[in-house]
């Protein structure tokens, strides 16, 4: 898949307020500050997801209308700490609905930073698309900040926790690494 043009289409609190022509969706979940807005900036190949240190950031959903094909959809960051149990679970509510009900929702792309352990939000994403009937792409972030020895052990990990069967795809941001992998996976979800 090449990504040719881009536009922001919506950004919204519900995804049934979102843009409504029946055009096929990939959605990027993963936790608060796991690198979601660099990696979907990675892949449009310009700035249009905003990138912030605070975790929490995007607590939107956001649509983003690739190639006049396809929106690729930024869902809010979950288990962020320093926001309210309230707001936290309310966000909760909005995702679980959105892969539950969205028709249009081809494949879901749960990222995962291999540096930290592998939280129960992780199996939780894992187990609940298995569930919903949605095709799941693992992304390992962030892989630049690891050695090689490291991040394989990483994800051989991850692909033991969360029942996977093979390794996460790995990611950097950095340097630009798996993502054309990333885009030939997801050009073959939007194709099946």
């Known amino acids: 898949m090449r990504i040719e043009e881009v536009t922001l289409r919506a950004t919204v609190a519900d995804h ?11 959605a990027f979940a993963g936790r608060s500050n796991v690198g979601k807005s660099s990696l979907l900036n990675s892949l449009f190949g310009t700035r249009l997801a905003a990138v912030s240190k605070t975790p929490g950031k995007t607590r939107t959903i956001n649509y983003y209308l690739v190639n006049n094909r396809c929106f690729f959809v930024d ?19 909005r995702i ?10 081809r494949l879901v792309v ?13 199996r939780d994403l ?12 693992l992304v390992m972030t962030k892989t630049d900040r690891v050695g090689r020895g490291e991040l394989a052990r990483a994800a051989q990990r991850l692909a ?4 996977t069967g093979g390794a996460p795809l790995s990611f950097s941001a950095h340097t630009g690494a798996g993502r054309t992998d990333i885009l030939v996976a997801i050009a073959r ?4």
């Open 16 to 26: 049934r307020e979102g843009p409504r022509e029946p055009l096929p969706q990939v």
């Open 75 to 93: 869902l809010p960051g979950y288990g962020y700490a320093r926001t309210g149990r309230e707001k936290r679970e309310a966000w909760g509510r």
């Open 96 to 105: 679980t609905t959105y892969l539950e009900q969205e028709d249009r929702l």
């Open 110 to 122: 749960g990222l995962i930073d291999p540096r930290i352990p592998t939280s129960p939000l992780d």
């Open 126 to 137: 894992v187990t609940f698309a298995r569930e919903a009937g949605r095709p799941l792409l």
């Open 160 to 163: 033991r926790d969360l029942g």
């Open 189 to 192: 979800a939007l194709a099946a």
